[in-house]
């Protein structure tokens, strides 16, 4: 079950329709979160633990660039966070066309076929 949140007089808050609160407490929202380094994403919003810690999960919907994925932040790299429409974050998300591993993380060559001994040093 999804919830609107309570503002601070505990009524629920129709000023910001798209935050939800969670059976678990937790936010989830579609939205478009700046990090620092001056970067950006935007997809659907929520917490998750992982290792004790609490983390921000982004899953980023299926853009021009890339097919959708998910991706965690600490709360230290998350500079501010924009509550939006899911028409908008998604809108966003094909614009800024940001890519789940950059190209130079994995690389696409691969070492030519040869003889084995030639790297047991022999």
Not at 34 to 43: K, R, Y
Not at 64 to 82: D, E, L, M, N, P
Request: overall charge negative.
């Amino acid at each position: 079950m999804v919830r609107t949140p309570k503002n601070q007089t505990g009524i629920d808050d129709p000023a910001n329709p798209t935050m939800k609160l969670t059976e678990a407490g937790g936010y989830a929202s579609w939205a478009i979160v700046e990090l620092f380094g001056h970067q950006q994403i935007a997809g659907h919003l929520s917490e998750q633990t992982i290792g004790g810690g609490t983390f921000l999960r982004v899953d980023v919907p299926e853009s021009r660039c890339s097919a959708g994925y998910t991706k965690f932040f600490g709360a230290g790299a998350v500079y501010a966070i924009t509550p939006t429409t899911e028409e908008l974050a998604r809108l966003a998300a094909d614009r800024l066309q940001v890519v789940p591993v950059d190209p130079w993380v994995v690389p696409t060559r691969q070492l030519p076929a040869g003889d084995d001994d030639e790297y047991k040093g022999g």
